[in-house]
């Protein structure tokens, strides 16, 4: 079957438009215009997903939690196939799901961005969904790897240490009891469109995880360039505080500052991992590019530990503001 014949499987026809949309690293998305809308075409890439059937009846749980709360945050509306949320093609697993426009990004999109992230956690809390992703993120295991891997290469000893150091620190912190809870798992700011309503995007890699890995990941994504604002970091956190809705125990609010070293040491290891095999787990970076993300990376997770003490407060004062009420000072950096 050819692409601009796969909208049919999920009932839309009259297709004018398809083109490669997006830039995601892992799976093939593709804009759809019909006489009937738009729409967003996706192949789930099996090499990073082997079982995409979970991956869809996973996604399937979050639908309905999400539809048997109401909430002004939302997910993408998937199409059917035959009576489930995805159709099998070539031997190729494909969704479909209504295009949502953004709006345009404000000083606003910070704390939505939170506030989605939040609810997802609260939201989808209790759910039991399946892992998708064996050892995904698990920073144990990718640095193991990583040390085994870097034998081969004159890797700097200074950033082997460095990881090796964030590493243990986060052994030891999550290693307290702290709760494990469905996470989105790739919560990225780009993974929520603002529009008329919030939406929360790419559910592939939802799972059980540590909900500081979720605010770990949504600040790293924000602070790429290098400015770790906390005007913006505050904003962010009182979003997620309000989203979760005072879901979170003690211990895991005292954990999310870690979350964002884990998510940012984790991603630099995986960089420097495909750049040191030759690997294409981002399929979209050729070795050279990985190399320059890693130490993209490694710089921002040096920017997140200077500013620990700083931002270990704007998470206090936001979490006891959105739960206690009362305003406080953000402290600059």
Same mark, same amino acid.
């Given at each position: 079957?050819?692409?601009?014949?796969?909208?049919?499987?999920?009932?839309?026809?009259?297709? =004018?438009?398809?083109?490669?949309?997006?830039?995601?690293?892992?799976?093939?998305?593709?804009?759809?215009?019909?006489?009937?809308?738009?729409?967003?075409?996706?192949?789930? &890439?099996? &090499?990073?997903?082997?079982?995409? $059937?979970?991956?869809?009846?996973?996604? +399937?749980?979050?639908?309905?939690?999400?539809?048997?709360?109401?909430?002004?945050?939302?997910?993408?509306?998937?199409?059917?196939?035959?009576?489930?949320? =995805?159709?099998?093609?070539?031997?190729?697993?494909?969704?479909?799901?209504? =295009?949502?426009?953004?709006?345009?990004?404000?000083?606003?999109?910070?704390? *939505?961005?939170?506030?989605?992230?939040?609810?997802?956690?609260?939201?989808?809390?209790?759910?039991? *969904?399946?892992?998708?992703?064996?050892?995904?993120?698990?920073?144990?295991? =990718?640095?193991?790897?990583?040390? #085994?891997?870097?034998?081969?290469? !004159?890797?700097?000893?200074?950033?082997?240490?460095?990881?090796?150091?964030?590493?243990?620190?986060?052994?030891? @912190?999550?290693?307290?009891? @702290?709760?494990?809870?469905?996470?989105?798992?790739?919560?990225?700011?780009? !993974?929520?469109?603002?529009?008329?309503?919030?939406?929360?995007?790419?559910?592939?890699?939802?799972?059980?995880?540590?909900?500081? *890995?979720?605010?770990?990941?949504?600040?790293?994504?924000?602070?790429?360039?290098?400015?770790?604002?906390?005007?913006?970091?505050?904003?962010?956190? #009182?979003?997620?505080?309000?989203?979760? $809705? $005072?879901?979170?125990?003690?211990?895991?609010?005292?954990?999310?500052?870690?979350?964002?070293?884990?998510?940012?040491?984790?991603?630099?290891?995986?960089?420097?991992?495909?750049?040191?095999?030759?690997?294409?787990?981002?399929?979209?970076?050729?070795?050279?590019?990985? *190399?320059?993300?890693?130490?993209?990376?490694?710089? #921002?997770?040096?920017?997140?530990? +200077?500013?620990?003490?700083?931002?270990?407060?704007?998470?206090?004062?936001?979490?006891?503001?959105?739960?206690?009420? $009362?305003?406080?000072?953000?402290?600059?950096?």
């Amino acid at each position: 079957m050819k692409l601009n014949e796969l909208p049919s499987l999920f009932g839309i026809s009259s297709v =004018y438009d398809i083109s490669p949309f997006g830039t995601g690293h892992i799976n093939s998305t593709y804009h759809v215009v019909s006489a009937g809308g738009e729409y967003i075409l996706q192949s789930i &890439n099996r &090499n990073v997903f082997h079982d995409p $059937g979970s991956v869809m009846n996973n996604i +399937s749980l979050i639908v309905k939690a999400f539809a048997d709360t109401g909430s002004d945050i939302g997910i993408p509306e998937y199409l059917s196939a035959n009576g489930r949320n =995805y159709a099998v093609c070539n031997g190729e697993f494909w969704r479909m799901y209504r =295009y949502i426009k953004a709006s345009h990004v404000t000083e606003n999109s910070d704390f *939505l961005s939170g506030c989605a992230f939040g609810s997802f956690i609260r939201i989808t809390d209790g759910l039991k *969904l399946q892992p998708v992703i064996e050892g995904y993120h698990d920073i144990d295991h =990718y640095f193991k790897r990583f040390i #085994q891997l870097s034998k081969s290469k !004159n890797t700097d000893a200074a950033v082997i240490q460095k990881l090796s150091s964030i590493n243990d620190t986060l052994k030891s @912190i999550f290693s307290s009891g @702290i709760p494990l809870r469905c996470i989105h798992g790739d919560a990225k700011a780009d !993974n929520v469109i603002t529009g008329d309503k919030c939406t929360i995007i790419d559910l592939d890699t939802a799972m059980q995880g540590f909900a500081a *890995l979720d605010y770990g990941d949504l600040i790293r994504s924000v602070c790429r360039s290098g400015n770790a604002s906390p005007e913006r970091i505050s904003r962010i956190t #009182q979003g997620f505080a309000k989203g979760l $809705g $005072g879901v979170l125990t003690a211990s895991e609010i005292d954990s999310l500052y870690y979350g964002i070293l884990w998510v940012t040491a984790e991603l630099a290891i995986r960089y420097l991992t495909d750049y040191i095999s030759g690997e294409r787990y981002f399929r979209d970076k050729t070795p050279e590019e990985c *190399l320059k993300r890693s130490d993209e990376l490694l710089r #921002q997770l040096d920017m997140f530990t +200077s500013n620990g003490s700083e931002i270990k407060n704007i998470i206090q004062v936001s979490f006891s503001k959105t739960i206690y009420g $009362g305003d406080h000072a953000v402290q600059s950096f």
